[in-house]
């Protein structure tokens, strides 16, 4: 079973930092382009921030600009989220997803999801 794991939430003041990691359970996901989006509490997911698979094309949403990036390590199978400069309006449930295909395609649907992992910043 393909699996996402992610890892590396908490809770952090305002102005903190986290770093976020999603693991993947099989190689195939080196080739495949990857996403972090974020639910909070009575909101609809969002789109954070998509990588393509060989970490050559990023795309951040503006109101994480400057302050969130995303990487990738392929020989771990893993994507990473760095949250710099978090605010209370961070705090959310952050999911690693995954498309089969090589570069994120926001109209085309997201083949794997992982569990999630919580965010909460104080303020």
């Known amino acids: 079973q393909v699996l996402l794991v992610e890892s590396g939430g908490g809770l952090v003041q305002a102005g903190g930092s986290l770093k976020l990691s999603c693991a993947a359970s099989?190689?195939?996901?080196?080739?495949?382009?990857m996403g972090w989006f974020r639910q909070a509490p009575g909101k609809d997911r969002e789109s954070v921030a998509t990588i393509s698979w060989s970490g050559s094309t990023s795309y951040h949403a503006d109101s994480v600009k400057g302050r969130f990036t995303i990487s990738r390590d392929n020989a771990k199978i893993t994507v990473y989220l760095q949250m710099n400069s978090l605010k209370p309006e961070d705090t959310a449930v952050y999911y690693c997803?995954?498309?089969?295909?090589?570069?994120?395609?926001?109209?085309?649907?997201?083949?794997?999801w992982g569990k999630g992992t919580l965010v909460t910043v104080s303020s």
């Open positions: 997803a995954a498309q089969r295909r090589r570069y994120w395609t926001p109209t085309m649907i997201i083949d794997y």
């Open positions: 099989e190689r195939t996901f080196a080739n495949y382009a």
